[in-house]
């Protein structure tokens, strides 16, 4: 549980009149601009953030593959089956990306998403 940045929403939520929800979602679209910037494409990546502890998750959604040719958004077979014994080429795979990676940028863009916010 992330209580620091809880207790920051809640004083930005009184003090500033914006709503929680709103904060959340500035904050989840910065840790996918940070993605972004730090994997090359974020079409297939999504984050879910659970609004009572603040912890998220990252993660990509690939296209199981026989041949890979976009490793952003496909993964072979073979890969697949490792982590997915069950899976067949076509299918659909959920990655966990590991968030420690970017998560410098990502604090600071949040920090900047929020600021954003509050400027409007």
Not at 10 to 34: T, Y
Not at 81 to 104: A, H, L, Q, Y
């Amino acid at each position: 549980m992330n209580t620091e940045l809880l207790e920051a929403l809640d004083l930005l939520e009184r003090e500033k009149d914006i709503s929680r929800e709103v904060l959340f979602e500035a904050i989840e679209n910065s840790l996918l601009i940070a993605c972004r910037n730090n994997f090359g494409k974020a079409e297939n990546v999504h984050i879910t953030m659970d609004r009572e502890t603040c912890d998220y998750e990252v993660y990509a959604e690939k296209t199981v593959v026989s041949e890979v040719t976009d490793k952003s958004l496909e993964i072979s077979l073979e890969d697949a089956k490792k982590d997915f014994p069950d899976v067949k080429e076509g299918d659909t795979v959920r990655i966990d990306i590991n968030s420690k990676e970017f998560g410098r940028i990502a604090t600071q863009n949040a920090k900047n998403a929020i600021l954003q916010k509050i400027r409007e």
